[in-house]
């Protein structure tokens, strides 16, 4: 069994790892937002760090896979964001739970 158990341990952590990896000009920023407003957000990630994003006219945000706005959003909310690579813009923001049977 030890071994069985392991292999699907590595195998959640691959899982749990892929979407880092999902999109070659984006990074994921995945954390609890501690601050929104109309022009940014900050979001405090898993390591306790905060990384703070611009929201822009081309942001876009998600609840649950559904178009949301920004209102939606509320501090303490967990959110995945896609990052354009080297700047700091909250490109698409997303969060909610997942939804069912997807
Ligand atoms: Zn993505």
């Known amino acids: 069994m030890k071994p069985l158990s392991s292999a699907i341990a590595l195998t959640l952590i691959v899982a749990a790892a892929a979407p880092l990896w999902a999109h070659g000009n984006y990074e994921h920023v995945r954390g609890v937002v501690t601050v929104i407003n109309s022009t940014s957000m900050s979001v405090e990630l898993q390591d306790k760090k905060t990384r703070t994003l611009t929201i822009t006219a081309k942001s876009t945000f998600e609840k ?29 923001v997303r969060f909610g739970p997942p939804k069912k049977g997807k």
């Not at 967990?78 to 909250?90: C, D, L, N, S, Y």
């Open 64 to 92: 649950s896979g559904e178009p949301a706005q920004i209102k939606d959003l509320k501090v303490g909310e967990r959110v995945v964001i896609e990052v354009p690579k080297g700047t700091a813009e909250a490109r698409i």
